[in-house]
C-alpha cells in the first residue's frame, strides 16, 4: 500500500518504521532536511522535503497514487490543512489527522466531511482513556479488552510476594480457582510463549486471558484485589491531565492535580470546576509531604519529564501508594523501566501508533481482516480477533484436531452472548468471534493464515 507520513517527528517516525517493516511503501513529508536524511538512513522509503499543507509539495509526494495520509506533524491546524488539500487532490484518499486540541474536539466531529478526514487521533485523550481503564482495575498493569467486553487480556507483575511466584503454569488453577490462559510471560525483555511445565519467577510480567466476569475473583485468589479507587492525585497539568480528571470526576472520583505553572493552574479551575487544583512543584519532596502524598489512592505522573515522572512514581510506590501509572514519551530500554517500581507504565505515542497500524490493516485486507489488533509484551506479541466467515477452515473440529502454526495460540471463542476461554474440544463456527495470539514475526493478517 502507498502511504504518505506528513511529519518526521516521533510519531511520524515510529509509524514510518512499523509500516515499512510491514511491507508498504512509505513516503515521508517533512520540512527538516536533517530528520529526512535520518529516515533515509534508517528506512527504505522515500523523503520530500517542504510543506505538507502544500498541493506542489503533496503531488510531488504522490497523493494521486496513494492509499493513505497519515498528517502527525507538531500542529493541528498544518495537520488539518493537509488532509483536506490531499483529498481534495485524491478523492479516494484515506486521511488520518493527528488532532491535540481539546477546543477543536466539536467541530471536528461535526465537519468531519468537510475536512475530509477518514479518521482523527489525539494521543493525549487515548491515553486519558487507556488510564482510567487501569485505575477501574487497579490490581492489573493493563487491560486489553475483545469480544464485546466478554473477553480481556491483562497483564500482571510477578512480584516477590505473589502467589504466583515459582509456581508451575500446570498449577495454576489451584491458586486462581477459575479459567484463565497464560498467552505471553515477558521475562528479561523477551517475550516467552510458555508451556505446561513453565516456572513462573519474581519479575515475570504475565499476560492472562480471562472472562470479564472472572477479573474480580482472578484478583481475589492472587490476593491483589484493592479498593476501588476513589481518589486519584495527578502530577503535571497538561492535555492528558484534563481529559483524564473530567473522565474521573464523570465517574464519582475525587483527583487533585499538582501543577508548577501559575497560569496553567489558572486555565484548569476554570476548565475543571469539580477538581482540586494546586500549584506545586512535584520535584519537591517537601511539598509532596506537605500534601500527604501517600494518602491518595492512585498517583499518576503526566509531567512532561520521563525522569521526573520516574521518580515521582518511585517515590509514590515507596510510601504506600496502593497504585501508580507513569507516563513515559520513550520506553526504549525496557530492562531498565522493568526494574524499576513504575506501575503501570504508559506511552501516548505507542497507543496511537497501535491505533493507526489496525486501521492500515483493516484497509489493506477488508475481506478477513482483523476486528482489533491489540499489541502486548512491549511490541513483541499480537492480540488479534477474527470473525469466523464462510470460507474459514476447520470449522467445527476440536481444537485437539487442529494444528495451528509455532507461536500461535487460540486463547478465547465467543458464540453469540456465550464466550469461553477454550480447551482441546471446544471449536468454532461461523460466525463465532476468535482471539489468537501470535508474536508479531507471523504475519497473520486473515483467520485462515493461523492454521500449519
Do not use: W
Not at 43 to 72: E, F, H, P, T, W
Not at 144 to 152: L, P, Q, S, V, W
Not at 404 to 423: C, E, F, R, W, Y
Amino acid at each position: 500500500m502507498n502511504i504518505i507520513v506528513a511529519g518526521d517527528g516521533k510519531v511520524g517516525s515510529m509509524l514510518t518504521r512499523q509500516l515499512s517493516s510491514e511491507g508498504h511503501d512509505i513516503t515521508v513529508i517533512d520540512s527538516n532536511p536533517k530528520v529526512l536524511a535520518s529516515s533515509v538512513e534508517h528506512y527504505d522509503v522515500i523523503c520530500v522535503q517542504g510543506n505538507c499543507a502544500s498541493m506542489s509539495v503533496l503531488r510531488q509526494a504522490g497523493v494521486k497514487d496513494a492509499q493513505l495520509l497519515i498528517a502527525a506533524t507538531g500542529e493541528d491546524e498544518i495537520n488539518l490543512l493537509c488532509c483536506t488539500t490531499a483529498h481534495a487532490l485524491n478523492p479516494k484518499l484515506h486521511t488520518i489527522a493527528r488532532i491535540r486540541n481539546p477546543e477543536y474536539t466539536e467541530q471536528i466531529y461535526q465537519m468531519r466531511d468537510i475536512f475530509g478526514l477518514s479518521m482523527v487521533i489525539n494521543p493525549e485523550n487515548q491515553a486519558a482513556m487507556e488510564i482510567e481503564r487501569i485505575l477501574k482495575y487497579p490490581g492489573f498493569l493493563r487491560r486489553d479488552t475483545f469480544a464485546k467486553g466478554r473477553t480481556e487480556i491483562v497483564e500482571i507483575r510477578v512480584d516477590a510476594d505473589s502467589k504466583l511466584r515459582d509456581v508451575k503454569l500446570s498449577d495454576l488453577k489451584n491458586i486462581i480457582r477459575c479459567q484463565v490462559l497464560v498467552c505471553a510471560v515477558l521475562r528479561g525483555g523477551s517475550a516467552i510463549a510458555p508451556k505446561g511445565d513453565f516456572v513462573l519467577r519474581q519479575g515475570d510480567r504475565i499476560f492472562v486471558t480471562a472472562l470479564t466476569q472472572n477479573l474480580t475473583t482472578l484478583l481475589k485468589n492472587l490476593g491483589i484485589l484493592k479498593r476501588r479507587i476513589r481518589s486519584v492525585t495527578i502530577c503535571g497539568g497538561g492535555k492528558i491531565s484534563f481529559y483524564l480528571a473530567k473522565r474521573l470526576m464523570k465517574s464519582g472520583i475525587g483527583c487533585r492535580i499538582l501543577e508548577i505553572n501559575p497560569k496553567r493552574c489558572e486555565e484548569l479551575c476554570e476548565l475543571l470546576p469539580g477538581a482540586d487544583i494546586f500549584y506545586a512543584d512535584v520535584s519537591q519532596q517537601d511539598l509532596l509531604d506537605d500534601e500527604d502524598f501517600g494518602a491518595t489512592d492512585a498517583v499518576v505522573t503526566l509531567t512532561g519529564l520521563d525522569e521526573l515522572n520516574m521518580i515521582v512514581s518511585l517515590y509514590a510506590g515507596s510510601q504506600g501508594v496502593g497504585k501508580v501509572i507513569t507516563k513515559l514519551g520513550h520506553t526504549g530500554n525496557r530492562s531498565v523501566i522493568d526494574s524499576l517500581s513504575l506501575g503501570s507504565v504508559i506511552c501516548p505515542r505507542e497507543l496511537i501508533c497501535s491505533s493507526i497500524v489496525r486501521y492500515v490493516r483493516a484497509m489493506e485486507n477488508q475481506t478477513g481482516a482483523a476486528l482489533s489488533v491489540h499489541t502486548i509484551a512491549d511490541g513483541q506479541v499480537e492480540a488479534m480477533e477474527f470473525l469466523v466467515e464462510e470460507g474459514t477452515r476447520n470449522c467445527g473440529k476440536p481444537l485437539k484436531e487442529i494444528k495451528l502454526k509455532s507461536n500461535v495460540l487460540l486463547v478465547s471463542i465467543a458464540h453469540g452472548a456465550d464466550t469461553q476461554i477454550p480447551n482441546g474440544d471446544s471449536s468454532f463456527v461461523q460466525g463465532d468471534t476468535v482471539v489468537v495470539v501470535t508474536n508479531s514475526r507471523e504475519g497473520i493478517r486473515q483467520l485462515n493464515d493461523i492454521f500449519a
